[in-house]
């Protein structure tokens, strides 16, 4: 079974670096056609795609945020994080991780909950 | 960048009917696009991937078509399980983006 997790603060002030975790099971992200996307959602705005991460560790980044993110992977603990840097109110929602697959044609079949980031002073 | 656009951006339907709900790309995608639901409060789940192919579990009312620049998703006969926001994303180039999404709401 697959499943994943988000996991980070859920309040972090302005300027702030915000540092997301995503660990998973169920597949290895070092097997080809393997991928691990974050994608975020403001509250009540459409989802966001924000970075990707492949099995040969190429990166991939929104064009409006490419200079405040950095994905990496760490395939041992299986976990990928994500960092984002001078945080900003508009910044605030849920962020999720899902996982994709030569599979699906690189849909997003499996993801995890979502964990609820507050920007805030 | 490619751009999504669906329409319409919301709808009212009634149970048992048809809808359909489009998304063009603003460049030709082959037919790597998928279509997601979501309904309040909960994660995204994989609908359709590759524009037509029905993921697992989900009901055969549902189906997919299109290639190239313009997709449609067609729930066959609406149930009440169905209201929910529905969202098209491209997998053909990072950044792989999501189009707008159509809320689909009880009529």
């Known amino acids: 079974q697959v499943t994943l997790r988000e996991s980070g603060p859920a309040l972090v002030k302005p300027t702030q670096t915000l540092t997301l975790t995503c660990t998973f099971s169920?597949?290895?992200?070092?097997?080809?056609?393997?991928?691990v996307s974050w994608i975020r959602q403001s509250p009540g705005k459409a989802l966001e795609w924000l970075a990707l991460?492949?099995?040969?560790?190429?990166?991939y980044y929104s064009t409006s945020l490419r200079t405040r993110l950095t994905i990496s992977k760490d395939t041992s603990k299986n976990q990928v994080v994500l960092t984002m840097t001078n945080m900003d109110p508009v910044d605030t929602g849920t962020y999720y991780c899902?996982?994709?697959?030569?599979?699906?044609?690189?849909?997003?079949?499996?993801w995890g909950q979502g964990t609820t980031v507050i920007v805030s002073s | 960048d490619i751009e999504m656009t669906q329409s319409p951006s919301s709808l009212s339907a009634s149970i048992g009917d048809r809808v359909t709900i489009t998304c063009r790309a603003s460049q030709g995608i082959t037919y790597y696009l998928n279509w997601y639901q979501q309904k309040p409060g909960k994660a995204p789940e994989l609908l359709i991937y590759a524009a037509s192919r029905l993921q697992s579990g989900v009901p055969s009312r549902f189906s997919g078509s299109g290639s190239g620049t313009d997709f449609t998703l067609t729930i066959s006969s609406l149930q009440p399980e169905d209201f929910a926001t529905y969202y098209c994303q491209q997998s053909y180039r990072s950044p792989r983006t999501f189009g707008q999404g159509t809320k689909v709401e009880i009529k």
């Open positions: 169920g597949f290895s992200l070092s097997s080809g056609g393997m991928c």
């Open positions: 899902a996982r994709l697959s030569t599979s699906y044609f690189y849909g997003m079949d499996v």
């Open positions: 991460i492949d099995w040969d560790d190429g990166k």
